[in-house]
């Protein structure tokens, strides 16, 4: 009995801290309908300002607390809220996870950046002492969980007091309660954002500060567990309930200490599931909790407030124009090719080669995300998957590598659609949480297992036979990464693509001419993964390896950010997303900068998705083919004239009208100005 | 047998009777109009008629299948067509695109290995059908522009031609007037009576207006806080008392 108590309130200390950051998650997502997957990295970050000031600059104890919590964590919930997310307000859900996505990429960077590379050892809590022991009756408490219990309690005490006694909190308890009605009170939603996401900030600054002493030494992955913890926690509250998503998180937390006191520490379940215990919950909960999916009608609580910001128009350039362009990609890329095999070095046609093949795997993205319109966070897995799977059968059965990569390209597409079916009842955020926490889980139980990662016998692939020179082997990447391109640029057009397109505009409006939302989006799913996978066993081959860390779930959400920044509607957006991250750090290279900038600026550059749905890329060339077309002869025009730079308008234009009048408005006048020739 | 039967639809939520035992039925052909005040209920009875919320009681029966339990997809391919109250296009697609996936959809000949063979592009036939309907309903000169491009009566135009590609026995049409002005309705009234005659197609209208309702529907239910107060032909129902105290309230 006793032992049973011990093993509990040693899991309590840790669920306390699950808890805080899951009661900031739910506070913002109910007040501003951004799942701020940033939490964890503004935890981390707040964990190294104190690390920082505290042990580095030998402050004492209380001015680094409140320089660490009281005023930077807030100071940066309060700067995410004004240059970010206030403006994505009436964004699409899959906008507003995008671009806390990107901080999720980019801060934790930043942050390492700032600490740079010195080791971060000897991590202080906030109590006295530390090791201190205090002992109630049978237990024995030391000072770091002292420290959060204390701040814990003190915490929920003064929300509730906030919550039940100030204005500020009232008004937050009454957006919480139903957005529309409060705005329509009277009240400044903007404000009471703001504030909701300054406390919530705080609580992930606390969380960070409490369960930083618990580790070694600062390292962001401790902080992801954290973070899906957390997401664990707000899932069990529905993503509605602050005192739930407290319970949630304890309960969590008292789950991992009794497995790390009742499981024999040494079996292989306790080595595997404890650590991946939150993963495992939060995969479940999403599947399983009911309620979750009703929860789900309510995913956006602020849009409708505002009418929702025009979709990008259907491009309406000339025909002239559309070839050219086409040529002109096309020549280019050819010249890159002719010069890796004939000019340049054996370095750049490394380069390019791998360019190639991250691009492959990013036709995958553009398939879930651009097509689908899904956000997907377990590619980099399934591109995994196609590498271990190429690697093993080579291995074990001896057969060819290249028909081997279309097994493996095939098994990473059934393991795509068998978790599409329970994750795809789920849609929106919560499916790509679902997708987070398979990826997650894959590499943490699966991954380390010897018939799947191999264990720590390495998993060579052998190159394929009349490959080994690496100028064939990148003429075969460049192959087959046309022939993916083609086949994403087939599907697009085809039924599939356009059903795709019709459940992206309206699901209700597809359903009711008979589209199924599943099949198209579970096929969506599989075609995916096995790109993904025939990618995966494509880099496997190149580096002559498969080896797990290139196929950690960083990479799936780093992947996302790249494409869709760059464009993840295109061919032309994968492929230069691949010459993207691999040209990148050559560039910071050439510039004397730390490679870990490549991250921060893709990440940062994931938040310009809000306003270029399209991705950059492509809203620029339809900004210099607008400039190019209003030069050129009126025969050689488009039917709309492609004067608007389409999307780019801001939700405020559009003001009080419905969104197809609005666009009448700017759409017609363009349109009655060239005859609609 | 009738088209469309609806028998005792029942739908609570949280304690509060949305519907309670509300039945009607349509013939193959008809117009029928539903009506009632806001908050009546309404629009609650078209999402159970077309699966997108499940009653609590109740069965849903077309052409003499119980069709209470099916996903809406199916009963689209069932013969179900509707229109949306706030309009759902889908953005960024032409006219003529939202009529030929329609049209791909209700013939289900759509398969992935046509698409990876590029056996996927519209067919004679089906460009022959679009232009059809685009002509039916007016819509020709704007057939290769963006949907974004429409006024919100020709874009209401384009979600009833996107039914009508299906075929249906029945057309459901969720406020067709809302939105639109005075002389946009009428244009509306006048281009669905046309349609209406052409294809036999039975029509069950959601309608505030009830000039729209008067010129186009033969008969006509009034729900009011849930329970069915009145049902026969238009000019019956709209005379009767019940329904003038529901609109008008008690003292009138």
Redesign the interface.
């Known amino acids: 009995m006793t032992d049973l108590l011990t093993y509990v309130i040693q899991g309590i200390p840790f669920g306390c801290v699950f808890a805080l950051v899951a009661i900031g998650l739910v506070l913002t997502y109910k007040t501003s309908g951004v799942f701020n997957l940033a939490f964890g990295a503004q935890a981390f970050l707040s964990a190294a300002v104190y690390y920082d000031v505290r042990v580095r600059h030998a402050w004492p104890m209380v001015p680094a607390f409140v320089l660490a919590v009281l005023v930077v964590s807030p100071l940066v919930g309060l700067l995410l809220e004004r240059l970010i997310f206030r403006h994505l307000r009436t964004a699409s859900p899959v906008a507003k996870l995008v671009a806390a996505l990107g901080l999720l990429v980019a801060v934790p960077q930043i942050v390492q950046i700032w600490l740079g590379k010195g080791p971060t050892f000897g991590i202080v809590g906030v109590w006295s002492d530390d090791n201190a022991l205090y002992r109630f009756g049978d237990f024995v408490v030391d000072g770091r969980e002292m420290a959060v219990f204390v701040c814990t309690a003190v915490g929920v005490v003064a929300l509730w007091a906030l919550f039940r006694f100030a204005p500020v909190g009232l008004r937050m308890r009454a957006v919480v309660e139903s957005p529309r009605m409060t705005e329509l009170a009277g009240v400044n939603a903007d404000r009471v954002s703001a504030s909701a996401w300054m406390l919530s900030s705080f609580f992930a600054g606390l969380a960070g500060v409490l369960v930083a002493p618990f580790y070694a030494s600062l390292s962001p992955t401790d902080f992801t567990t954290l973070l899906v913890a957390a997401i664990a926690a707000a899932a069990f509250a529905r993503l509605t309930s602050i005192p739930l998503a407290l319970v949630g998180g304890i309960l969590l937390g008292i789950s991992q200490g009794l497995m790390a006191g009742y499981l024999p520490p040494a079996s292989l379940l306790a080595r595997n599931l404890r650590p991946t215990l939150p993963f495992l919950a939060l995969f479940l909960l999403l599947l399983f909790w009911p309620g979750l999916r009703t929860a789900i009608q309510s995913k956006d609580p602020l849009a409708g407030v505002d009418p929702p910001p025009l979709p990008p128009a259907a491009e309406e350039r000339g025909r002239f124009l559309t070839i050219g362009t086409r040529v002109f990609g096309v020549a280019v890329l050819g010249v890159l090719v002719v010069c890796s095999l004939t000019v340049f070095s054996s370095y750049w046609l490394l380069i390019f080669t791998q360019a190639a093949i991250f691009a492959t795997i990013f036709l995958s993205i553009t398939v879930i995300t651009g097509m689908g319109g899904q956000v997907s966070l377990s590619q980099a897995t399934f591109a995994g998957i196609g590498a271990f799977a190429t690697a093993q059968i080579v291995d074990t059965w001896g057969l060819g590598v290249l028909p081997t990569l279309l097994v493996g390209a095939a098994l990473a597409a059934a393991v795509g659609a068998l978790l599409a079916i329970p994750a795809l009842r789920l849609g929106g955020v919560f499916l790509s949480l679902a997708t987070l926490a398979f990826a997650l889980m894959f590499e943490s139980v699966f991954v380390p297992l010897d018939w799947v990662g191999g264990g720590i016998r390495p998993l060579r692939v052998p190159r394929p036979a009349g490959l080994n020179d690496d100028k064939m082997f990148f003429l075969f990447c460049v192959l087959v990464l046309a022939a993916v391109a083609g086949l994403v640029v087939l599907i697009r057009k085809g039924t599939t693509g356009r059903f795709l397109d019709a459940l992206r505009g309206s699901d209700v409006a597809a359903q009711s001419i008979g589209i199924n939302p599943a099949r198209a989006r579970i096929l969506a799913f599989a075609v995916s993964a096995g790109i993904a996978g025939l990618g995966g066993g494509l880099l496997a081959t190149q580096k002559g390896i498969a080896q797990p860390a290139d196929f950690g779930f960083f990479f799936s959400l780093f992947f996302v950010v790249v494409v869709v920044t760059l464009g993840a509607r295109t061919v032309e957006g994968a492929i230069s997303a691949g010459l993207g991250i691999m040209l990148m750090p050559e560039i910071l290279k050439w510039a004397g900068l730390s490679p870990s900038w490549q991250f921060v600026l893709f990440g940062l550059g994931a938040i310009t998705y809000a306003r270029h749905p399209e991705g950059v890329l492509e809203s620029n060339k339809r900004r210099s083919l607008a400039f190019v077309e209003r030069r050129l002869p009126r025969r050689w025009r488009g039917p709309g004239g492609s004067g608007a730079p389409p999307g780019a308008a801001p939700a405020a234009d559009a003001g009080a009208l419905p969104p197809v009048a609005a666009a009448h408005v700017r759409g017609g006048s363009i349109g009655d100005k060239l005859g609609g020739t | 047998m009738a088209l469309l039967e609806a028998e005792g639809i029942t739908k609570h939520f949280a304690g509060i009777t949305a519907l309670d035992a509300v039945s009607l039925t349509v013939e193959p052909g008809e117009a029928v109009g539903l009506i009632g005040p806001n908050g009546a209920g309404k629009t609650t009875f078209f999402n159970c008629l077309?699966g997108?919320l499940r009653p609590d009681g109740g069965t849903v029966t077309l052409a003499g299948r119980d069709i209470t339990r099916l996903?809406?997809?199916?009963r689209?391919?069932l013969g179900?067509?509707?229109t949306?109250q706030?309009?759902?296009?889908?953005?960024?697609?032409?006219v003529r695109?939202h009529l030929?996936?329609?049209e791909?959809?209700?013939l289900?000949?759509?398969?992935?290995w046509?698409?990876?063979?590029?056996l996927?592009?519209p067919t004679a036939s089906e460009q022959e059908r679009a232009e059809h309907t685009l002509e039916l309903l007016g819509l020709a000169d704007v057939a290769?522009?963006?949907?974004?491009?429409?006024?919100?009566g020709r874009?209401r135009l384009v979600?009833v031609g996107?039914?009508l590609?299906?075929e249906p026995k029945l057309l459901l049409l969720d406020e067709p007037s809302s939105?639109l002005d005075a002389h946009e309705t009428e244009a509306l009234a006048v281009t669905l009576r046309d349609v209406q005659a052409a294809r036999g197609t039975a029509v069950l209208l959601v309608e505030h207006d009830v000039e729209f309702v008067r010129t186009f529907a033969t008969r006509l239910y009034v729900l009011d806080f849930g329970t069915l107060i009145a049902q026969g032909t238009t000019t019956e129902v709209l005379t009767a008392d019940t329904v003038r105290r529901a609109y008008l309230g008690e003292t009138v």
């Open positions: 077309l997108i996903p809406t997809y199916r689209a391919r179900f067509g509707r949306f706030r309009m759902e296009l889908f953005a960024g697609m032409t695109d030929l996936v329609a791909r959809s209700r289900g000949t759509g398969r992935f046509k698409d990876l063979l590029n996927s592009r290769d522009r963006p949907v974004e491009a429409l006024t919100l874009g979600e996107r039914a590609m299906t939105g």
